[in-house]
C-alpha cells in the first residue's frame, strides 16, 4: 500500500504526531494519580498536612488530571480525523487506480477472469483495506505506541519484575507470529470464496429474462446458495483461528502482565514502593494489557486486510499484451476513407490455442470501398473486426491502417479512427442524449439530434417521456432491441470515424425499420471505408466486394453476381436464402 500513502506523508506524519499526543496523554494521566495519592491522599491521612491544605492540593491535582484528559480528547479527536481522512482518501484511490487498470484490459484477460470477480475486488476488498487503513491501522498504532510507552513505565519504575515479564512476553510473540500466518492464508481464501459467490451473482442477475424463460431460478438460486455456504464455511474456519490467535494473547499477556503486578503488591507490603507507585503500576499494567488485546483484534484485521490487497495488487500487477508502442506513428488522415491491408494473417485465440481463428488471411481494402465479410457461424468474420480493433494482436502477419502498421499507432490514434456498431447494441445507463454522445463526448446537443434523424431514432427518442433526456434503464431494458439498435447506429454516426465496421447492423430490425435504416448506413458509408459482416446475404448485395470465409481462410471474393454465377460456397448460401 505504500505508493497510494507516500503523497499524502504529510497528513500521515500529522496523524502520526496526534497519535503520539494522544498516546503521551494517556501515559501521563498515571503519573498525576501517583502524585494525587502520594502527595495528596496519603499524605493528608498521614497528618503532613493541614486540611486546608490537603484540600487545595486535591482541587490541583484533579485539574492536572482534568488537563490531561482534556489534551486526550483533543489529540484523539485530531488523529481520528486525520487517519478517518486517510483512509477514505486511499481506498478511494485504490479503487480508482484498479477500475482504471482493469478497463485497459485486453478482451484476453476478461476470457479467464469473471466480471462479478472483479467487482468483488473493487468493494469488498477495498472496504476492507478502508477499514484497516482508516481505523484498525491508527488504533493500532496507537496502542503500539501507549503498550511500548506503558512497558517502558514499567520497566523504568519496576526493573527487576519486568524484565523478568518480558522474557515471557517473547514466548507470547514468536507462536503468535506462527499462527498469524495462517489466519492470513484463510483470510485470502475467504475474500476468494465471496468473489465466486458475486460472479454467479453478476452473471445470473445479467441474463435475468433467459434465466425466468428457462424457469431456473430454483436452480440458480440453489447455485448461489451452494456457492455462499462454501464462503461460509471458509469464513467460519478463519474466524475459529483469529479468536484462538486472539485468546491466546491475551490470555497469555494477561498471566505475564498479572505475575508483575502480583511482584509489586508483595514489594508494597515489604515497604520497598509507595501505594502511588503500586496505583501507577496498576494503571501501565492495565493501558498494557488493554492495548495488548486491542493489537491482537487488530493483528487479526491486518491479516485480513492483507490477503484482500493481495487480491488487488495481483489486479493492478496484470500487464495487458495489448499496448500502445513507446513512440507510436502518426498515420496521415485519408479524406476518401482508410486503407487496409490485411498481410497473410494467422490466429488463434488464447483460450483456443489448438483452434485455428484465421489462417493465412489477406485482403486489401481500398478507400471508401465497402467489403461485406460473409460465411457460416465461426468462419471468423468477427475476428477479423477484433484484430482490427487491436484487441488482440495476429499470431503471425500485421495489418495496416492507411499504410502504418497498427502495432505501430497508440491505441488511441487507432480506436478513433473507428467507427462500429456491433450486433448487440450496448446501451448504458443513462439517458438517450448521453447515449449518442458516447461515440463524440464534445458533441453539441444539434449533433447529437443530427445523428440521431440520420439514423432513424429521433422520432421515437422525442416520443419517450422525458424526449432526449430520457433514461433508458440498465442496458437499455425500456428500448426495443431495433431502437437500441438505431441508437447504436446514431452513436458510430456522430463519432464520424473514416472507418466504418458494421456487425450485423440491421439484425434486429423489422422489414420498415430496417428499410429506413439501411438508407441511413447507406449516406453514412459515403466517404468512408466500410466492412460489413452479414449472415442475410439481401444486406450486402450492393456491397463493392463480398468475401466469402470458410474456417478461418478467404474461399470466395467478388460482387454479388460474379459469385452467384461462380456455382461455389456463397452461390449455395444464397440459393438456400433467396429461395426461401
Keep these: 500500500m505504500l505508493p497510494f500513502l507516500a503523497p499524502y506523508r504529510w497528513r500521515i506524519a500529522l496523524a502520526g504526531v496526534f497519535l503520539v499526543l494522544a498516546a503521551v496523554a494517556t501515559l501521563v494521566f498515571p503519573q498525576a494519580l501517583r502524585a494525587l495519592i502520594d502527595n495528596g491522599l496519603v499524605a493528608g491521612a498521614a497528618g503532613k498536612v493541614d486540611p486546608g491544605a490537603q484540600m487545595l492540593a486535591l482541587r490541583d491535582h484533579f485539574f492536572e488530571l482534568f488537563g490531561v484528559a482534556a489534551a486526550l480528547g483533543v489529540f484523539s479527536a485530531g488523529r481520528f480525523y486525520m487517519v478517518s481522512w486517510l483512509g477514505e482518501r486511499v481506498t478511494t484511490d485504490l479503487r480508482n487506480a484498479v477500475y482504471a487498470h482493469v478497463v485497459r484490459q ?219 508502442p513507446p513512440n507510436p506513428t502518426q498515420a496521415k488522415l485519408v479524406p476518401a476513407g482508410s486503407a487496409i491491408d490485411f498481410e497473410a494473417i494467422s490466429f488463434h485465440y488464447p483460450s483456443r490455442p489448438l483452434q485455428p481463428a484465421l489462417v493465412d488471411f489477406s485482403l486489401q481494402v481500398a478507400p471508401g470501398e465497402t467489403v461485406a465479410l460473409v460465411g457460416a457461424s465461426g468462419a471468423g468474420k468477427s475476428t477479423v473486426f477484433q484484430l482490427l480493433l487491436r484487441f488482440y494482436d ?61 439514423a432513424f431514432a429521433d422520432g421515437f427518442i422525442r416520443a419517450l417521456p422525458e424526449g432526449y433526456a430520457t433514461f433508458l434503464g440498465e442496458r437499455g431494458v425500456r428500448l426495443s432491441g431495433g431502437q437500441r439498435q438505431r441508437i447504436a447506429i446514431a452513436r458510430a454516426m456522430l463519432k464520424n470515424a473514416p472507418l466504418l465496421l458494421l456487425d450485423e447492423a440491421t439484425s434486429a430490425l423489422d422489414a420498415e425499420s430496417e428499410r429506413m435504416v439501411q438508407a441511413a448506413l447507406t449516406s453514412a458509408m459515403q466517404g468512408r471505408t466500410t466492412l460489413v459482416i452479414a449472415h442475410r446475404l439481401a444486406t450486402v448485395q450492393q456491397a463493392d466486394r463480398i468475401v466469402v470465409l470458410d474456417h478461418g481462410r478467404i474461399v470466395e471474393q467478388g460482387t454479388h453476381e460474379s459469385l452467384v454465377a461462380a456455382r461455389g460456397v456463397y452461390a449455395k448460401l444464397a440459393a438456400l436464402q433467396f429461395t426461401a
Design 106 to 324: 485486453s478482451p484476453q484477460f476478461f476470457e479467464t477472469t469473471q466480471t462479478g470477480e472483479v467487482l468483488s475486488r473493487l468493494t469488498g476488498d477495498t472496504t476492507l483495506v478502508q477499514t484497516v487503513v482508516g481505523s484498525s491501522l491508527s488504533m493500532g498504532l496507537r496502542n503500539v505506541v501507549m503498550g511500548i510507552g506503558a512497558l517502558g513505565m514499567l520497566v523504568w519504575t519496576n526493573p527487576y519484575v519486568m524484565t523478568q515479564v518480558l522474557g515471557i512476553l517473547v514466548l507470547v510473540v514468536l507462536p503468535s507470529v506462527w499462527f498469524g500466518k495462517r489466519v492470513r492464508k484463510l483470510s485470502r481464501a475467504s475474500q476468494d470464496r465471496v468473489a465466486d459467490a458475486s460472479a454467479i451473482a453478476a452473471e445470473v442477475l445479467n441474463a435475468i429474462p433467459v434465466v425466468q424463460s428457462y424457469t431456473a431460478e430454483g436452480r440458480e438460486a440453489a447455485r448461489f446458495d451452494a456457492s455462499t455456504a462454501n464462503a461460509f464455511q471458509t469464513a467460519v474456519r478463519r474466524t475459529k483461528a483469529r479468536s484462538v490467535l486472539v485468546a491466546f494473547i491475551i490470555i497469555a499477556t494477561s498471566a505475564a502482565l498479572l505475575f508483575g503486578l502480583y511482584q509489586g503488591t508483595q514489594a508494597v507490603m515489604r515497604g520497598e514502593i509507595s501505594a502511588g507507585h503500586l496505583g501507577q503500576t496498576v494503571v501501565y499494567v492495565i493501558i498494557l494489557a488493554s492495548a495488548t488485546a486491542v493489537l491482537g483484534e487488530v493483528y487479526g484485521d491486518l491479516l485480513r486486510a492483507a490477503g484482500a490487497s493481495e487480491r488487488l495488487m495481483e489486479l493492478l500487477a496484470t500487464e495487458s499484451p495489448i499496448k500502445s
Design 394 to 454: 495476429p499470431n503471425q502477419g500485421g495489418i495496416r491502417l492507411d499504410g502504418v502498421a497498427t502495432r505501430e499507432l497508440a491505441l488511441a490514434d487507432l480506436r478513433q479512427r473507428i467507427g462500429i456498431v456491433p450486433q448487440d447494441a450496448v446501451i448504458f445507463s443513462t439517458s438517450a442524449l448521453e447515449n449518442i454522445r458516447y461515440g463524440k463526448p464534445e458533441a453539441s446537443d444539434a449533433e447529437v439530434h443530427a445523428a440521431a434523424e440520420a
